[in-house]
C-alpha cells in the first residue's frame, strides 16, 4: 500500500514564491539605503578622522608672533595716510592664574556661559550656522581656533576645520589652558592684545586682583567689536549700553547679585593710548576708528589684518583731507575758545568719503556726534513736499503763529506766501512748518530717510523722541539731531540727481602680496521711487533752490542752518552743508555742550558766517583742477549766489 505524506500548508513559501520585478526593486532599495547611510555617516567621520590627524591647533606664542605686524592705511591714491602700530607690551603674555577671576567669568558669561562644561562647541549653534549661513556656534574654544588660523569666512570648511580643531584641543588640552590661550590673543581694541595690555591701555594700571566687577565687564564688553564699543570711538552712552548688556548677564548666570552695587566706569577711562604716545593725531585717530569700525563689520576685524599683513586703501582724497584740516584750523583762530568744528565730504555717485576732519581738540569725534540739524533739514522737508504733489511756483503760507503737535511756533513773516524758491533762499521758518503741518511728521522723517538719514546710530533711533518711537513737533525745525557723515551722505543724494549711495571709508584690502581680497561694491539707487524719475525731478527741484557759485564760478548748491539754544532766539549750532556734482559737504560749527554761542564779534553764531567760510574755503581747493560741470537741470539753470542769511526770531 503506498503512503502519501502530505507538507503542511505554506511550509516552503519562501522557496515556493517567485523572484518578482517587486522583490527586486525592493532589494534594490534596500541596497541603496544601506549604501546611503553608510556614505552619510562613514564619509564623514573618515574625513572627520583624517582632519583629526592632519590639523594642529597653533600655540598661543605662535600666534602673538604672527599678529606683531603693521597695517597700513593708504589714501585713495595709493600713499600712505597712516598706520597701526601695536604699542609697546600689548602682547605680553598672560598666565592663566594671574587673569583676575572677576575677568574671567565677565568674558565666560559673556562670550560663553557653557565654556566649563561643553565639548569645544555648541551643536545648536553649529547646526544653526550650517543652515542660515549666519554666525552661531562660537564659543571661547572655536575663537581661540579663529583667531588662531586666521580664517574667519563664513563656509562649510572653515565651519568643518573649526569643529575638528575645537574638539581636539579640548581633549589635548584643559579648560584652563584654551582659555589662557584665548584670552591672550583677542583683541580688546585699542591696539592691544591680552588683559594685561588693555587693562593699562583703558585704566592706566597694571592687572592684577584689584580689579573691580565694573571694570572686568567693561573689558568683556569690549571683545565683540572693540572699533566699535570703545567710548573714544562712539561715545560713552554707547559704550555704557554695552557694559550694562554684560552686567546683566553676570546677574543672569549668577556671577553678581542683582543688588551688588556696579556702575560704568566712564570716569575711569583713560584717553587712547595713541594719543597719549603721540603716535597719531586726534584727528587721525578718528579717521583711523572709522576705518576699523567699518572694516569690522565687512569681516575684517583689526586681528585679522594683521595677521594677514594687510593694507587698507581708503576712499580719503589727500588732496580733499588736506583742505579740510586747513580751512577748519585757519577759520577758527581767534574764535571762542569753546568752538568745535567738523568737516565731511563725500563723493555723491559712490558715497565715498573723500575728507574725513572730525576736529583735533580730544578724542571726541565731532564728524560723527550727533548735532541739531536746524534749518539745515529744510530741504528734506522740501522733498517731502515735492514728493507730496507740491511745485516749485506753487506760494506757501507762512502765518507769523501756527500750532504743530501740541507745540507753538512764532516767526516774523520774512515773505507772505512765498515760493519754496523764496523761502529757501531768505532763510523763512514760517513756510516749512506750514508744509510740516500739511504733510505730518512721518512724512519729513520718510523723506530724510529715503535722501540716507539712517534708521539709527550705535542702535538708537534717530529723528525720533527719547521714547524712540513718536516723531514730535521738533522735526518741522530740524531740532532732532544728526551726524554731520549723515547729513554730507544725505544732501549728496541730491547732488546725484536722487541716487542715493551709503557713505563709506574703504575701498579694498590687499594681502600682504598686494591681490584684492576685498572691494566695495557701490550701491547707488534711486532714492525716492523705483525708476528713477521722481527722484531726479524730486532732487533737481531741491537743487534748483539751493542755487550759489564757488570762487572759480562754477555753479554749487548750498543751505545754511542754525539751531537754536532751547527757546531763546540765540543758536547752539551751526551748519553749512551743499555740492556740487563732484563732491558734497557738510561743515558743522558749534560746542561741547549746548549753550548758546556768538562768534569773535559779538554776533550769534549763524551758518552764514563761520560755517560758510569754512565750506566755501574747503569747497575752492577741493576742486581746484578739476573740471566744471553743470548742476541740477540744465535747461532751467540754477539760480546764483543767495543773499545772506536772515534768522528770524521766535
Not at 523763512?428 to 520718510?446: H, M, Q
Not at 529715503?450 to 533711533?461: N, S
Request: with cysteine; proline share 7%; net charge negative.
Amino acid at each position: 500500500m503506498t503512503s502519501t505524506t502530505t507538507e503542511p500548508d505554506g511550509a516552503d513559501d519562501a522557496e515556493a514564491k517567485p523572484d518578482t520585478p517587486r522583490r527586486r526593486r525592493w532589494r534594490r532599495m534596500r541596497r541603496i539605503g544601506y549604501w546611503s547611510f553608510g556614505l552619510l555617516v562613514g564619509v564623514p567621520l573618515i574625513a572627520f578622522w583624517i582632519a583629526y590627524l592632519v590639523l594642529d591647533v597653533r600655540s598661543p606664542q605662535e600666534v602673538l608672533a604672527g599678529l606683531d605686524k603693521t597695517v597700513v592705511l593708504n589714501y585713495s591714491d595709493g600713499s600712505p595716510l597712516l598706520k597701526v602700530i601695536p604699542a609697546d607690551g600689548d602682547r605680553m603674555f598672560v598666565p592663566y592664574a594671574q587673569v583676575p577671576s572677576k575677568l574671567r567669568d565677565a568674558i565666560i558669561a559673556t562670550e560663553d556661559p557653557t565654556f566649563w562644561d561643553n565639548q569645544g562647541f555648541d551643536p545648536t549653534g553649529i547646526g544653526r550656522a550650517f543652515l542660515t549661513g549666519v554666525g552661531g556656534g562660537s564659543g571661547i574654544t572655536q575663537q581661540y581656533i579663529k583667531k588662531s588660523t586666521g580664517d574667519d569666512d563664513a563656509t562649510v570648511g572653515r565651519k568643518f576645520a573649526e569643529l575638528v580643531l575645537a574638539t581636539k584641543i579640548t581633549q589635548e588640552q584643559s579648560k584652563e589652558q584654551i582659555f589662557e590661550s584665548y584670552v591672550n590673543i583677542i583683541s580688546f581694541g585699542r591696539g592691544t592684545f591680552g588683559p594685561a595690555a588693555a587693562t593699562n591701555a583703558y585704566f592706566g594700571k597694571k592687572l592684577d586682583d584689584s580689579m573691580t566687577w565694573s571694570e572686568a565687564a567693561f573689558l568683556a564688553g569690549m571683545i565683540q567689536s572693540p572699533s566699535v564699543h570703545d567710548p573714544a570711538a562712539s561715545g560713552d552712552a554707547h559704550a555704557a549700553r554695552r557694559w550694562q548688556y554684560v552686567h546683566d548677564k553676570l546677574v543672569e548666570r549668577g556671577y553678581v547679585k542683582s543688588d551688588e552695587s556696579m556702575a560704568y566706569p566712564g570716569t575711569e577711562i583713560q584717553p587712547p593710548s595713541e594719543t597719549r604716545a603721540g603716535r597719531v593725531t586726534y584727528d587721525g585717530f578718528h579717521v583711523k576708528q572709522q576705518v576699523l569700525a567699518e572694516l569690522e563689520q565687512d569681516g575684517f576685524p583689526l586681528g585679522r589684518l594683521q595677521q594677514g599683513n594687510m593694507t587698507v586703501e581708503t576712499t580719503l582724497d589727500r588732496t580733499a583731507q588736506a583742505a579740510a584740516t586747513k580751512a577748519l584750523q585757519d577759520r577758527l583762530k581767534g574764535e571762542p575758545k569753546e568752538f568745535r568744528g567738523a568737516v565731511v565730504a563725500v563723493d555723491p555717485k559712490t558715497g565715498a568719503v573723500r575728507a574725513y576732519q572730525g576736529g583735533d581738540q580730544g578724542v571726541r569725534d565731532y564728524a560723527s556726534t550727533p548735532h541739531a540739524a536746524g534749518s539745515a533739514f529744510y530741504p528734506f522737508t522740501l522733498a517731502a513736499a515735492l514728493r507730496g504733489g507740491y511745485g516749485l511756483d506753487q506760494p506757501l503760507p507762512s502765518p507769523e503763529k501756527q500750532e504743530f503737535l501740541g507745540e507753538s511756533f512764532q516767526y516774523p513773516v520774512v515773505c507772505p506766501k512765498c515760493t519754496p524758491v523764496a523761502a529757501m533762499q531768505s532763510q523763512a521758518d514760517g513756510p516749512f512748518i506750514a508744509v510740516a503741518r500739511k504733510l505730518g511728521p512721518d512724512a519729513l522723517s520718510e523723506a530724510a530717510r529715503q535722501a540716507g538719514i539712517p534708521e539709527a546710530v550705535d542702535g538708537v533711533p534717530t529723528m525720533r523722541e527719547k521714547d524712540g518711537f513718536l516723531i514730535g513737533a521738533g522735526i518741522a525745525i530740524g531740532r532732532y539731531p544728526l551726524r554731520p557723515l549723515d547729513m554730507a551722505g544725505a544732501y549728496a543724494t541730491f547732488a546725484a540727481d536722487g541716487q542715493r549711495a551709503t557713505p563709506h571709508f574703504v575701498a579694498k584690502v590687499r594681502d600682504e602680496s598686494g591681490a584684492v581680497v576685498w572691494e566695495h561694491t557701490d550701491t547707488a539707487r534711486p532714492a525716492f521711487d523705483d525708476d528713477g524719475d521722481a527722484s531726479r525731478r524730486i532732487a533737481e527741484d531741491v537743487t534748483a533752490t539751493l542755487g550759489t557759485s564757488l570762487p572759480d564760478g562754477r555753479p554749487a548748491a548750498l543751505r545754511f542752518g542754525a539751531a537754536e539754544h532751547g527757546n531763546s532766539p540765540d543758536n547752539q549750532d551751526a551748519w553749512a552743508v551743499g555740492y556740487t556734482p563732484q563732491l558734497a559737504t557738510a561743515v558743522w560749527i558749534g560746542s561741547d555742550d549746548d549753550r548758546l554761542l556768538k562768534d569773535a564779534t559779538g554776533a550769534k553764531l549763524t551758518g552764514d558766517v563761520v560755517p560758510a567760510d569754512i565750506w566755501r574755503a574747503f569747497m575752492a581747493a577741493a576742486h581746484e583742477g578739476q573740471p566744471i560741470r553743470p548742476l541740477g537741470d540744465a535747461k532751467r539753470g540754477v539760480a546764483l549766489a543767495p543773499p545772506p542769511e536772515i534768522r528770524p526770531r521766535r
